[in-house]
Nanobody, 115 residues
Framework: QVQLVESGGGLVQPGGSLRLSCAAS????????MGWYRQAPGKERELVAHIRIGGSINYADSVKGRFTISRDNGMNTVYLQMNSLKPEDTAVYYCNYIRNYLNYWGQGTQVTVSS
């Protein structure tokens, strides 16, 4: 089992920045990948960014050049640095770990971009 707790969400003005953190507890042995998804009201959950155990990274086209995913060496924490935020980035952001090819999810943290 992996337990995930997100933090760092909030209200920010367009053009601002936020940094999300996701702390993992429990066994991280067998981690395949970790990342961030988001879900806006009335929309499906979508991938924002994820990083594989070998270090390769994927970003959604909509966030390339603005968001940066990173993790600590122990794979206990994954971060999402979000810059140049736009109103369309407003969503609940979920941390995701894949361990032994099973998905684990955090409870989500709200990010609201509004003036």
């Amino acid at each position: 089992q992996v337990q995930l707790v997100e933090s760092g969400g909030g209200l920010v003005q367009p053009g601002g920045s936020l940094r999300l953190s996701c702390a993992a507890s429990g066994s991280t042995f067998g981690i395949n990948a970790m990342g961030w998804y988001r879900q806006a009201p009335g929309k499906e959950r979508e991938l924002v960014a994820h990083i594989r155990i070998g270090g390769s990274i994927n970003y959604a086209d909509s966030v390339k050049g603005r968001f940066t995913i990173s993790r600590d060496n122990g794979m206990n924490t994954v971060y999402l640095q979000m810059n140049s935020l736009k109103p369309e980035d407003t969503a609940v952001y979920y941390c995701n770990y894949i361990r032994n090819y099973l998905n684990y999810w955090g409870q989500g943290t709200q990010v609201t971009v509004s003036s």
